[in-house]
Nanobody, 124 residues
């Protein structure tokens, strides 16, 4: 069974950077499409970014485009989210998720495996 564990969250000042990691165990990520999601208090979970199994295609929510970069290292069974120029509105619990299929998605319902999440707080 696929297990996902996020790490790298923390407290950062506006304009700062963080790199989140999502380490997988139990199965190889080679054939999974991976996504990053976030959920702020009182808000619905939203899709941040998605990456195809080969890493050859990615997409991003408009709110993070140009600031966040998703990547993967299948040899390390790990997916990353590089976050730059962070803003207070990026504060949320960030989750990684995995799905099988043929296309990228940022819809939570499309993903069957989830990590526990890591807190990102952007504040001065």
């Amino acid at each position: 069974q696929l297990q996902l564990v996020e790490s790298g969250g923390g407290l950062v000042q506006p304009g700062g950077s963080l790199r989140l990691s999502c380490a997988a165990s139990g199965r190889t990520l080679d054939y999974y499409i991976m996504g990053w999601f976030r959920q702020a208090p009182g808000k619905e979970r939203e899709g941040v970014s998605c990456i195809m199994s080969s890493g050859g295609f990615t997409n991003y929510a408009d709110s993070v485009k140009g600031r966040f970069t998703i990547s993967r290292d299948n040899a390390k069974n790990t997916v990353y989210l590089e976050m730059n120029n962070l803003k207070p509105e990026d504060t949320a619990v960030y989750y990684c998720a995995a799905r099988t299929g043929y296309f990228c998605s940022r819809v939570p319902y499309d993903f069957g495996s989830w990590g526990q999440g890591t807190q990102v707080t952007v504040s001065s």
